[in-house]
T-cell receptor, first 118, second 113 residues
């Protein structure tokens, strides 16, 4: 089945630094990937839609200059949290749709990244 | 705008018993998809079951089944013969054709042995 690999699973960074999170589709091509943020015991909040070869589409209220998204290939999207602050500490999850195998309405999720900014 | 409502923040069930998680949604589309996802303590999102809106027959996956009421915009999940491994956060989600997923607030399911 479709597999999405997300790396790193945990990261601790100092306030003011940047951190990059990678999301890879391992056995399918993903023209579209999605980035979510999740606080403890809360739902997934869509941050942005990442489109291969074009600019990401950000949800209302999400700072595009803080959360940089790059989708340079059909199997890789990256989320960079720039100038991180403690309030950016959260769980970040990516997902992708596998359109090639008939599972054309299913989403596969990465295992998530726990970001802690100290 | 599409919305998904899960009115049960927490539910408990005895092992081997049956539990039903509620979900209502709102959409202006006639063609859409509904999902239930499970998020265990590992926080990996796992697809439990999905339903196409154009199908009248309720989806079933082993011990998991749904009660899809399109007119009422209701999509409940029934878990039969509950197991300890079913303990998790469950999210109901809606996808309009070609669009993004919208999630409900989630229901924490506790399974008692």
């Amino acid at each position: 089945g479709a597999v999405v690999s997300q790396h790193p699973s945990r990261v601790i960074c100092k306030s003011g630094t940047s951190v990059k999170i990678e999301c890879r589709s391992l056995d399918f091509q993903a023209t579209t990937m999605f980035w979510y943020r999740q606080f403890p015991k809360q739902s997934l909040m869509l941050m942005a839609t990442s489109n291969e070869g074009s600019k990401a589409t950000y949800e209302q209220g999400v700072e595009k200059d803080k959360f940089l998204i790059n989708h340079a290939s059909l199997t890789l999207s990256t989320l960079t949290v720039t100038s991180a602050h403690p309030e950016d500490s959260s769980f970040y999850i990516c997902s992708a749709r596998d359109l090639g195998t008939g599972n054309n309405y299913g989403y596969t999720f990465g295992s998530g990244t726990r970001l802690t900014v100290v | 705008a599409q919305t998904v409502t899960q009115s049960q923040p927490e539910m408990s069930v005895q092992e081997a018993e049956t539990v039903t998680l509620s979900c209502t949604y709102d959409t202006s589309e006639s063609d859409y998809y509904l999902f239930w996802y499970k998020q265990p303590p590992s926080r990996q999102m796992i697809l439990v079951i999905r339903q196409e809106a154009y199908k009248q027959q309720n989806a079933t996956e082993n011990r998991f089944s749904v009660n899809f009421q399109k007119a009422a915009k209701s999509f409940s999940l029934k878990i039969s013969d509950s197991q300890l491994g079913d303990a998790a956060m469950y999210f109901c989600a809606l996808m309009e054709y070609g669009n993004k997923l919208v999630f409900g607030a989630g229901t924490i399911l506790r399974v008692k042995s």
